[in-house]
């Protein structure tokens, strides 16, 4: 079956800077790779999602990167701001729509 | 974006008894709910999916008779923790999807709800 590798564990950055959160896959059969943010006590929320036909896909100041030969992708947040402060998750599936494999997640911290 | 509920938000109970967590699209009819669990500080890990109207798949290791899943409407998923134990203590998130095709208001189809916090003691 699918394993999610998430790194780093834990991040701090300062505000203003940038922030990336890596992650792999072992199931070449994944083409759905979605980003959440968690905030504690709450159910995941998704921030951005990129799927194995776009090799980039940006939003304002959030960006992921899809390399699917490496079976790997990554997010990038740029501008800190310590509301982004919280846990994200990678996660991969099938297609959107069909159920996840999450990476173990990473602990932001941004500090003013 | 599309809403789901979760109810109830937490909730305590004595060891030995049964818990059901509801979860609800609010404003979409979900033909796939899924249920995952999340202890502290750690990953969501998938329990089971289920199809409106037909059993719900398991996920290895994951008991089927202590984790009743019941996906009686296109609307409603309910997840029954029975003879609840102090390990079954954890987070426990749903989310509904309508099959890709069928969707029609944003660019995905997976909404999860806020999660119920079940303490068992």
């Known amino acids: 079956g699918e394993n999610v590798e998430q790194h780093p564990s834990t991040l701090s950055v300062q505000e203003g800077d940038s922030a990336v959160i890596k992650c792999t896959y072992s199931d070449s059969a994944s083409n759905y790779f979605p980003w959440y943010k968690q905030e504690l006590g709450k159910g995941p929320q998704l921030i951005i999602d990129?799927?194995?036909?776009?090799g980039e896909k940006k939003d304002q100041r959030i960006a992921v990167t899809l390399n699917k030969t490496a079976k790997h992708f990554s997010l990038h947040i740029t501008e800190t701001q310590p509301e982004d402060s919280a846990v994200y998750f990678c996660a991969a599936g099938i297609q959107a729509g069909t159920a996840l494999i999450f990476g173990k997640g990473t602990t932001l911290s941004v500090s003013s | 974006g599309a809403v789901v509920s979760q109810h109830p938000s937490w909730v305590i109970c004595k060891s030995g008894t049964s818990v059901k967590i509801e979860c609800r699209s609010l404003d979409f009819q979900a033909t796939t709910m899924f249920w995952y669990r999340q202890f502290p500080k750690q990953s969501l890990m998938l329990m089971a999916t289920s199809n409106e109207g037909s059993k719900a798949t398991y996920e290895q290791g994951v008991e089927k008779d202590k984790f009743l899943i019941n996906h009686a409407s296109l609307t409603l998923s309910t997840l029954t923790v029975t003879s609840a134990h102090p390990e079954d203590s954890s987070f426990y998130i749903c989310?509904?999807?309508?099959?890709?095709?069928?969707?029609?208001?944003?660019?995905?189809?997976?909404?999860f709800g806020p999660g119920t916090r079940l303490t068992v003691t």
């Open positions: 989310s509904a999807s309508i099959l890709p095709g069928r969707a029609s208001r944003s660019s995905y189809e997976q909404y």
């Open positions: 990129i799927r194995s036909n776009v």
